[in-house]
């Protein structure tokens, strides 16, 4: 991938990131009327480069790096708490397997049309969940994520916000919230509707105005529509979309949805797309980085801010030529990958790694002195 390439687009798009603190009411579609910010960086899952995914641990790690908003996946327990897991099914990243007590809750479910076996935060109550212990999901390459194994319970979303709160006070800035929604069509089929105590637990924490440092994201329009209209929900909502597939309730596929026509549609309700990375620069058959669509550039003309997903430091995760042979769970050329996106115009990205995220970020920004932008 050429940065020349890049740079070419790069004079093509506006960039519509918002701060933190925006004070502006709850219109979608209002992207484009936004003052310029720099792009934000996102803790995904915490820092979930160093320390097992959804732990307070991982939270705080990515807050003290400095991230601009940490990112809870939600998911319910049985008697409808909101806790943090990537999805329902938690065999991957706790140590329910090892609970003789529980055996017997091992299942096999199809959740948005995908088979599981295992152990599911539907079928357990808070106090049972609170007995387990976080584990790291990718041992193979985060090996030094292991050593944490074992310490850290799974957290409640209102603990997640008690600690962003806490952190901002003491950070003396505030860190955002980034909550999405998982399988919600699903959550709301078992009785266990995730936008209630999603809602209630925003409205708990005094962060309910469009100027609250909250992004609501979700794969599911639908999900996102209903918050919008019949929770009257005022923050700032984001649509995720993915490479290929459609939303689990909905015929248009995500293809559409970020179509020029489809991002118009999608902009009556939401304020930003949270697309896969390689939507808005696809690999080649090689796995290396090819030329930019017009994704950034579309979003934004329908007043979208562009949130994409997911930027890990690890060989394995990145491009075929950025990558440094031959380690997997070694470092390749992150920091070129991200100053490449963000070259796009995008608003903010997802990153397991905080902390490369913001040299990156301020790199791109020229908040760094004496450093040359294109390195990594
Ligand atoms: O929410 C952004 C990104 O996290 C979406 O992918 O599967 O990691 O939740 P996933
Ligand atoms: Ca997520």
Known sequence: MSLIIVAGLLAAVTAVAIPVSADTQATPSDGDRHPRSQPLVIGHRGASGYRPEHTLASYELAARMGADFIEPDLVSTKDHVLIVRHENEISGTTD?????????????????????????????????????????????????????DGLFQVPTFAEVLALRKELSRELHRTIGIYPETKHPTYFREKGLELETPLVRALKRADLTSYSSPVFIQSFELTNLKTLRKEFKVRNKLVFLTS????????????????????????????????????????????????????????AHAAGLLVHPYTFR??????????????????????????????????????????????LARDRFVGTRQGEAVAGG
């Open 96 to 148: 329910v397997a090892n609970h003789p007590e529980f055996a017997d809750r091992k299942t096999t479910k199809t959740i948005d049309d995908v088979v599981f076996t295992g152990w599911f935060t539907e079928d357990f109550t808070l106090a049972e969940i609170k007995t387990l212990r976080a584990i790291e999901r990718l041992p193979a390459i985060r090996q030094h994520n292991t050593i944490y």
């Open 313 to 358: 430091a690890e060989n394995d995760f990145l491009p075929t030529n950025l990558q440094r042979e031959p380690n997997p769970a070694d470092y390749g050329r992150i920091l070129h990958e991200m100053d490449i996106f963000l070259q796009t115009g995008i608003d903010g990205f997802f990153t397991d790694q905080a902390d490369i995220g913001v």
């Open 243 to 298: 490479a290929s597939g459609s939303p689990i309730d909905d015929d248009n596929s995500y293809a559409y949805y970020t179509s020029p026509q489809g991002l118009a549609k999608v902009a009556k309700t939401v304020n930003g797309i949270g697309p896969d990375k390689g939507q808005i620069i696809p690999r080649d058959a090689a796995g290396n980085l090819t030329t930019p669509t017009t994704l950034v550039h579309d």
